[in-house]
């Protein structure tokens, strides 16, 4: 049997190394981009890659995002893919800037109750084109995460820089899925 104050020790050694380990494994901050033009960034986006939500897991192939101002000053969110059987699925929300002084970091709510936003989530573009070309949306948890283009491709050098800009906010890459564009390149 061990004396209590060896239980003590044993106790204090395992408490110090799963602070070391939460502190070895730590990620610094996941940082924004410092501006953000909402006029620039309205409109449609083609989901290049995702961490996918719940709502994305059917989805097989043509995922999008139109961003509309509403009168109100905030933004109407329109999600849109299909599943492999071709059917449509599509989920409205609603996004807002709770801090102006912050324009990146957005909140986006899919569930509306008698007029309330219910469940806001984390919304914040961490890399964006100067042309606003394509954007990176990522959650503080990097638990969710997108990468945007105006267009249903990005050229290889352009994902690439992305790729390492991502693993740098400390991101893995192996968690994001590639999304199948094909059928918006029909004719």
């Given at each position: 049997?061990?004396?209590t104050?060896?239980?003590?020790?044993?106790?204090?050694a395992?408490?110090?190394g799963?602070?070391?380990?939460?502190v070895?494994?730590?990620?610094?901050?996941?940082k924004?981009v410092e501006?953000l033009?909402?006029s620039?960034?309205?409109g449609t986006?083609?989901?290049v890659a995702?961490?996918?939500t719940?709502?994305?897991?059917?989805?097989?192939?043509?995922?999008?995002?139109?961003?509309?101002?509403?009168?109100?000053?905030?933004?109407e969110?329109?999600?849109?893919?299909?599943s492999a059987s071709?059917e449509?699925i599509?989920?409205r929300?609603?996004?807002w800037?709770p801090?102006?002084r912050?324009p990146?970091?957005?909140?986006v709510?899919?569930?509306s109750f008698?007029?309330?936003?219910?469940f806001p989530?984390d919304?914040?573009?961490i890399?964006?084109?100067?042309d606003?070309?394509?954007?990176v949306v990522?959650h503080p948890s990097?638990?969710?995460?997108w990468?945007?283009?105006?267009?249903?491709?990005?050229?290889?050098e352009?994902?690439?820089?992305?790729w390492?800009?991502?693993?740098a906010?400390?991101?893995?890459?192996s968690?994001?899925r590639?999304?199948?564009?094909?059928?918006?390149?029909?004719?």
């Amino acid at each position: 049997m061990m004396p209590t104050s060896g239980v003590f020790w044993v106790v204090a050694a395992v408490a110090v190394g799963v602070v070391l380990a939460g502190v070895a494994g730590a990620r610094p901050p996941l940082k924004t981009v410092e501006a953000l033009d909402l006029s620039r960034y309205l409109g449609t986006w083609y989901a290049v890659a995702s961490i996918p939500t719940t709502f994305e897991r059917r989805c097989a192939q043509g995922t999008t995002a139109t961003y509309a101002l509403r009168p109100d000053g905030q933004i109407e969110v329109l999600n849109v893919c299909f599943s492999a059987s071709g059917e449509r699925i599509e989920a409205r929300g609603r996004a807002w800037v709770p801090d102006p002084r912050a324009p990146a970091r957005l909140k986006v709510s899919f569930v509306s109750f008698l007029g309330l936003r219910l469940f806001p989530a984390d919304y914040w573009v961490i890399d964006l084109a100067p042309d606003y070309a394509y954007a990176v949306v990522g959650h503080p948890s990097r638990r969710y995460g997108w990468i945007l283009s105006r267009t249903p491709t990005l050229p290889s050098e352009v994902l690439d820089g992305i790729w390492k800009r991502l693993e740098a906010q400390g991101y893995d890459r192996s968690q994001f899925r590639m999304v199948d564009q094909r059928i918006h390149a029909r004719p």
